[in-house]
């Protein structure tokens, strides 16, 4: 047996649970391919990339990835008090500076004198599982040479999904005379409130989300070039399913002229200044850097050309002379099945020497993701002490399992229980056990006692 544990991939997983293993005054060689070999999306050399966009949502406790955030702060987790040191201002979620961010958590992992970074693409797992505990947690971007191994490792075949990842621009080139702060609902002008002091509130307003108002004819004239413009073209092997939840907006857009003023756009809690009505659909831009110099599109993931996203988005009233930091990108996503391969402490049920972590398991989200690493590395810990101690190697195995009445219990849960129609899973209330007695029609109430109940469940 090895006195150390093994992790693939300096992902969120990854690095939170080699944290959690090295906290425990264990040894830890974390295997990081970059800078050596760098998968379509990452360009940044540190742990902790963050490839697609800067928001860890909500952190209001009525909301699912907000709870979440809440249980992962009360058992220490690296990423999240990273976060929290990181934030910048996004209303009530919790954005980062992406660069900050993942600097800081690289700077972390490196200074503890308990893990050893590999700086190497692993393409054999069998040596390195053989007689060792390891975590994989390579993430939704998994190489190729590795994804064949964990497919002969799993004896599964379908490795794949696709999302795609939204344009950045700078503030400094966003036109604000069309252009104005404010979240959604605080900005909508009050029944007794004046049209000056209204716009005196707007102009208070903390600058987390820029709004851009749109009406009926900018509106279809941005539709029509959006639904027309060229595609990147993609290789056979990458035609597959494109997991809902990160839709590209062009995708989106053709399902039907009004599905975006329903879904990114949606125009609802919003009064425009220059009219004091409401606009036919409105674009928000998010806070991507602690120093408020660059915006992400909310909800414009997309596999467009560089050249026709500057050319479409520039449409976009406000937008017309932005400058594009980023262009958005499409990329391979790599998960297992895991409702058949995991148990819920994410150990593979077929060799107990292995746990995954990360999107790789099936679960969708940064937050998410954390979650996974966690509890993938208390349990490898339990498992290393079993192996390494003679007076433990006799007794009953230990393992921890979160109740599912917690959001991490939950996601758990979620991936590890049989479903022929698997697919990513963001963490949301609808996969808590429902509250016992009569049901609660009101949302916001019945998300609290939901909430109540799974902090109390946590601290049992």
Same mark, same amino acid.
């Given at each position: ?28 060689? *974390? ?6 070999? &760098? ?22 406790? !009525? ?14 987790? *690296? ?26 958590? %690289? $700077?972390? #992992? ?24 390891? #975590? ?59 049209? $000056? ?16 108002? /749109? %009406?009926? $004819? ?14 990147? %073209? ?30 990114? *756009?949606?125009?609802?809690? &919003?009064?425009?200044?220059? !009219? ?8 928000? +831009? ?32 406000? *937008? $017309? ?19 058949? +391969? ?57 393992? #921890? ?5 917690? /959001? ?20 949301? &209330?609808? #996969? ?22 799974? +902090?109390?469940? &946590?601290?049992?």
């Amino acid at each position: 047996m090895k006195y150390y544990i093994t992790i693939i991939g300096g992902g969120l997983a990854g690095t939170e649970a080699a944290y959690q293993i090295a906290k425990k005054g264990i040894k830890v060689k *974390l295997y990081e391919m970059k800078p050596s070999n &760098f998968s379509p999306a990452h360009s940044n050399k540190n742990l902790a990339e963050i490839v697609c966009s800067n928001s860890f949502k909500s952190n209001l406790l !009525t909301n699912a990835c907000g709870l979440l955030k809440e249980e992962l702060r009360r058992l220490d987790s *690296l990423l999240i008090k990273t976060a929290d040191k990181t934030s910048v201002p996004a209303g009530q979620a919790l954005a980062v500076d992406r660069d900050e961010f993942s600097r800081k958590v %690289t $700077e972390e #992992i490196e200074k503890n004198s308990n893990i050893e970074i590999i700086r190497e693409e692993v393409k054999n797992l069998e040596s390195i599982i053989k007689d060792g505990i390891v #975590i994989i947690a390579t993430g939704p971007l998994t190489s190729n040479a590795l994804a064949r191994e964990i497919q002969k490792l799993t004896g599964e075949d379908k490795l794949y999904f696709y999302d795609a990842a939204a344009p950045i621009v700078t503030k400094d080139s966003i036109d604000f005379n069309i252009a104005f702060y404010g979240d959604r609902y605080s900005q909508e002008k009050k029944k007794d409130e004046s049209v $000056e002091e209204w716009k005196k509130r707007l102009s208070d307003q903390e600058e987390s989300y820029i709004n851009l108002p /749109m %009406t009926k $004819e900018e509106y279809d004239d941005f539709y029509k070039e959006l639904i027309n413009a060229e595609v990147v %073209t993609l290789h056979d092997f990458e035609k597959g399913e494109i997991f809902e939840g990160c839709m590209p907006i062009e995708v989106m857009a053709k399902r039907g002229i009004d599905t975006l003023r329903f879904g990114p *756009l949606k125009p609802v809690g &919003f009064d425009d200044p220059r !009219t004091a009505k409401r606009p036919y659909a409105i674009i928000q +831009l998010r806070q991507d850097d602690m120093q408020a110099k660059l915006y992400n599109l909310v909800g414009f993931q997309t596999n467009l050309k560089f050249g026709e996203q500057k050319r479409v988005f520039s449409k976009i009233p406000g *937008l $017309e002379n932005a400058e594009f930091i980023k262009y958005g990108v499409m990329h391979r996503n790599t998960y297992i099945n895991s409702t058949k +391969l995991l148990d819920n402490t994410y150990r593979l049920k077929s060799n107990k020497n292995v746990y995954f972590a990360g999107q790789i398991t099936g679960v969708e989200g940064y937050v998410e993701s954390v979650s996974s690493g966690m509890v993938a590395a208390l349990n490898a810990v339990e498992d290393f002490k079993k192996y390494t101690n003679e007076k433990l190697r006799d007794k009953s195995e230990v393992r #921890i399992k979160f109740s599912e009445y917690t /959001m991490i219990g939950a996601l758990a849960k979620y991936i590890s229980t049989p479903n022929d129609k698997f697919q990513p899973m963001n963490a949301n &209330f609808g #996969i808590l056990p429902e509250l016992e007695g009569k049901k609660i029609r009101d949302k916001k109430e019945r998300y609290n006692r939901l909430a109540s109940r799974s +902090l109390m469940s &946590f601290e049992k």
